[in-house]
T-cell receptor, first 113, second 113 residues
């Protein structure tokens, strides 16, 4: 069964600290994986995308990694800011249907001053 | 428009009433999705439109839910005889046929009282 699981469900960190969010997927065949950021009351916005052949992708202070063998991805946030407080959603696209997206339930990050 | 636009932003309705939610996708985007996001939950797929093809309605939770996409652009999600469990944020997303990145609207927060 195609699934995406994220951990932790929620996380509280102090401003300036780093954190890592985890995503495990069972989507097969696999095409690509995206991380989205969803601010409260807003729609999700794409941060990074990685195909099965890519191991890492950075977008400013956000760095995503992908291990296609273990079907795991992580999103590392460096030097967190208050504006990083949001939900982070992992989304996998299968290789046999580019119209389909499998969403994780998200990690809710709260950055405190 | 510059982004996906949804209206209304918020809707409060009485149980048993019908509601219509509107989505204006990004111009030129042939694919359009509707998702539902309950409080603290992940995105639940509802329906998908791609060009002139028959829509994928496999995610609609009951026959009270229906959606149309007129002229390959604007879409309307209709919920008949609303129930309290229909309360959620309804998100619309669109994308081009070639790109798997889906661009989301800000959502419509539906509250059934």
């Amino acid at each position: 069964k195609n699934q995406v699981e994220q951990s932790p469900q929620s996380l509280i960190i102090l401003e300036g600290k780093n954190c890592t969010l985890q995503c495990n997927y069972t989507v097969s065949p696999f095409s690509n994986l995206r991380w989205y950021k969803q601010d409260t009351g807003r729609g999700p916005v794409s941060l990074t995308i990685m195909t099965f052949s890519e191991n890492t992708k950075s977008n400013g202070r956000y760095t995503a990694t992908l291990d296609a063998d273990t079907k795991q991805s992580s999103l590392h946030i460096t030097a967190s800011q208050l504006s990083d407080s949001a939900s982070y959603i992992c989304v996998a696209t299968p290789g046999d249907n580019f119209n389909k997206f499998y969403f994780g339930s998200g990690t809710k990050l709260n950055v405190k001053p | 428009g510059a982004g996906v636009s949804q209206s209304p932003s918020n809707k409060v309705t009485e149980k048993g009433k019908d509601v219509e939610l509107r989505c204006d996708p990004i111009s030129g985007h042939t694919a359009l999705y509707w998702y539902r996001q309950s409080l603290g939950q992940g995105l639940e797929f509802l329906i998908y439109f791609q060009g002139n093809s028959a829509p994928d309605k496999s995610g609609l939770p009951s026959d009270r839910f229906s959606a149309e996409r007129t002229g390959g652009s604007v879409s309307t999600l209709t919920i008949q005889r609303t129930q309290q469990e229909d309360s959620a944020v309804y998100l619309c997303a669109s994308r081009t046929q070639e790109n798997t990145e889906a661009f989301f609207g800000q959502g419509t927060r539906l509250t059934v009282v």
